[in-house]
Each structure stands twice: as C-alpha cells, then as structure tokens.
C-alpha cells in the first residue's frame, strides 16, 4: 500500500512537473504576445499624437488673405480638415482601449500563477496533505492552462484585428499629411503672388 502511494506521488510530482513546463512555456508565449501589444500601443499612441499636431497645425494654420481681384480657387475650408483629422483619432482610441482591457486579461493568469507557487510552498509545508494538495494542484495548473491557451488564441485574433484596424489609420494619415503639405505649398504659392 505504501509503495502505491509513493508510486502515485511519484507519478502526481511528474505531471506537477510537466504541467510546470507547460505553463512555462505558455508564459513566455504570452510575454512575447504582451511584449507585441505594448509595441502596437506604443504605434496608437504616436499615432494620437501625430493627429493631435495634424490638428494644432491646421488650427494654428494662418488664415487666407483677402483675395485679389482676379480671385483664385478656394482653399479647402478648414473644418472639413478638422473632421478629417477627429475621425481617425476617434478611430484609433478604439483599438487603445482594446489593448489596455487586453493587458488587464494578460495579468489574470499571472496572478493565478501566483497562487499555484504558494500553493506548492504549503505542499513543502504540509507533507501529511501531500496527496490531497497535489491533486488539486494539478486540477488548478489544468484550469490555468486552459485559460492561457484560451488567452493566446484570444490575443492572436485580437492581434490579427488590430493590425487590420491599424493599416486604413495609416494610410488615411498619409493622404492627410500630403493634404497638409499641398495646403502649405498653396498657401506659399498664394502669398509670393
């Protein structure tokens, strides 16, 4: 009886520790996915800011001067630039928040990551519970397990749809950076006459 027990704990210890591994290699998965977000956060947030300065620009733009007799085309009227330059903004703050709810998912199985490390330390304390903690244990490490693969598939998708969201941003931004600069070259054209 005894050595059936001890081959059980045995066998437990070696799934305890496969199991381990598995997590292992699962969190730095996730890091690496959490690492990839925080570089698309930090591209949203130059991208904010690059709109915001699109915006002061176009707000701090001089205003045309009286035009002469013969008079020239009308520059394009400037809340037509504003709207062009608060619509992708609103559009970015989406997949802002997106990522910052995304992170708060990211630290759920870390801090139950946690748990199981304490738990394992109450296993070292308590070896007359050994068994009964150690298939608990492993009922946890399977739920952990499960949630982080969930998360990983979760996040590749999450991905997949941020990158989709990001490439009309950008190219809208570049139409309204060209826009800009025709503006200003107008405007320059306008004044040497």
């Given amino acids: 009886m005894l050595l059936l027990l001890l081959l059980l704990l045995l066998l437990l210890l070696l799934l305890l520790l496969l199991l381990l591994l598995l997590l292992l290699l699962l969190l730095l998965l996730l890091l690496l996915l959490l690492l990839l977000l925080l570089l698309l956060l930090l591209l949203l947030l130059l991208l904010v800011l690059l709109l915001l300065v699109l915006l002061l620009l176009v707000l701090l733009l001089p205003p045309p001067p009286p035009p002469p007799p013969p008079p020239p085309p009308p520059p394009p009227p400037r809340l037509l630039l504003l709207l062009l330059l608060l619509l992708p903004l609103l559009l970015l703050l989406l997949p802002l928040l997106q990522l910052l709810l995304l992170l708060l998912l990211l630290l759920l199985p870390l801090l139950l990551l946690l748990l ?31 949630l982080l693969l969930l998360q990983l598939l979760l996040l590749l998708l999450l991905l997949l749809l941020l990158l989709l969201l990001l490439l009309p941003q950008l190219l809208l931004l570049l139409l309204l950076l060209l826009l800009l600069l025709l503006l200003h070259h107008h405007h320059h054209h306008h004044h040497s006459q």
């Fill in 116 to 146: 199981l490390l304490l738990l394992l330390l109450l296993l070292l304390l308590q070896l007359p519970l050994l068994l009964l903690l150690l298939l608990l244990l492993l009922l946890l490490l399977l739920l952990l397990l499960l």
